[in-house]
């Protein structure tokens, strides 16, 4: 109890700008937690296993077995393609196509929301500058109205600089967890490429129908 009042004396300190870095904070945690739960139920996918599951059945282009395997499989790279197989194509450049449109939308998802954390690491630390400026200017207005006391305007200044603290607090915080939700973006993107670069090489330039 004594340390939920004094985090309330500290947030009072900080002046105006401590709302909207609180709101900030917010904002990083909800999505922290919403992207956290995003990619363990959705994003990744066994890439070696995979291919192991498909290799027999892409050697003899049995595409229907192919598209089952991927539809049982989770993770992102194993739906798209699923979701590939699932339409008609006449050729890998054909199939190539659908699966870089399918790509792009997956690639959407997996960011989705990660900006705003790219933002909160650029606006926090500004906020927390401004919170210090503005206090610093109540401080010397105070000093004037109070004939120059010195206690009064050190007083300020460290209530001040709470803001400019807090708000890289919370840009450390936004940063460490966009890096760390960039780096699984990347590693998902890496496999989708892989998956489709398999693919697409088990298939010839033209399929046999094609040829006659």
């Known amino acids: 109890m004594e340390l939920f009042s004094h985090i309330i004396t500290i947030f009072s300190k900080g002046g105006f700008v401590m709302w909207p870095l609180l709101l900030c904070s917010i904002i990083v945690i909800a999505i922290a937690l919403e ?40 993770g992102i ?67 004037t109205i109070k004939g120059g006391q010195p206690l009064v305007i050190t007083g300020g200044v460290g209530e001040a600089l709470i803001a400019t603290a807090t708000g890289l607090c919370v840009a450390i915080l936004a940063l460490v967890i966009h890096s760390y939700f960039s780096h699984h973006v990347n590693t998902v993107i890496s496999d989708m490429e892989r998956m489709s670069n398999y693919v697409l090489s088990a298939i010839p330039r033209r399929l046999p129908h094609e040829a006659q």
């Open 77 to 143: 790279p194993a739906d798209m393609l699923a979701q590939a197989l699932r339409r008609p194509f006449e050729d890998s450049r054909q199939l190539e196509q659908v699966i870089d449109g399918i790509a792009t939308t997956a690639v959407t998802d997996l960011s989705y929301r990660l900006e705003y954390l790219d933002t909160i690491v650029t606006l926090a630390p500004l906020l927390g500058l401004l919170g210090t400026v503005t206090g610093m200017i109540q401080s010397f207005s105070v000093l």
């Open 35 to 74: 992207r956290g739960v995003y990619f363990r139920r959705h994003a990744h996918s066994d890439v070696k296993y995979l291919q192991a599951l498909l290799v027999e059945q892409l050697k003899v282009g049995n595409w229907e077995k192919a598209r089952e395997i991927c539809e049982r499989s989770r």
